[in-house]
């Protein structure tokens, strides 16, 4: 099992980088991983809603499912897979620094079978994806 956090600050309120960052449609904008994302079922999103995702893994395309855990507008959103790879949770923490906003985001991961063999090369390219998206994230409201 691993654990990736990443942290970025953002010039912008709280309430708009969390709209952002939990909007499903809004991720392939800026993880490079995500070919597509949908809310999969009724909005607003909240416990229970449901999301999927088609993302490159690995050199090839697979799916994911989503169930959102916890939501508590702006400050924290948690999802689990349902299906996919392995299974895998998301958690975005948001908390005000002065007038940005500091991003925590944890991506937690249990590879089995053979996967295990590469776990640490999996952990390594979800910690650049990770870090390198949440920058894009910045460089997007930051310029809005």
Do not use: N
């Not at 959103?77 to 940005?100: H, N, Q, R, W, Y």
Request: charged share 25%; net charge negative; aromatic share 6%.
């Amino acid at each position: 099992m691993f654990s990736v956090t990443e942290v970025v600050t953002i010039a912008r309120p709280r309430s708009d980088v969390f709209a952002y960052l939990t909007d499903a449609g809004r991720r392939p904008e800026w993880d490079d991983t995500v070919i597509s994302e949908a809310l999969t079922s009724p909005p607003p999103v909240g416990v229970g809603s449901t999301i999927h995702s088609r993302m490159r893994v690995m050199g090839r395309e697979v799916d994911f499912d989503w169930r959102v855990t916890e939501y508590v507008p702006p400050g924290r959103m948690a999802i689990v897979s349902t299906k996919g790879t392995f299974p895998t949770s998301l958690l975005f923490e948001l908390t005000d620094d002065g007038a940005a906003t500091r991003v925590s985001a944890t991506i937690d991961g249990e590879p089995s079978g053979m996967l295990r063999l590469v776990e640490p090369m999996i952990e390594d390219t979800i910690r650049s994806t990770l870090a390198t998206g949440l920058g894009r994230v910045r460089q997007i409201l930051e310029s809005r």
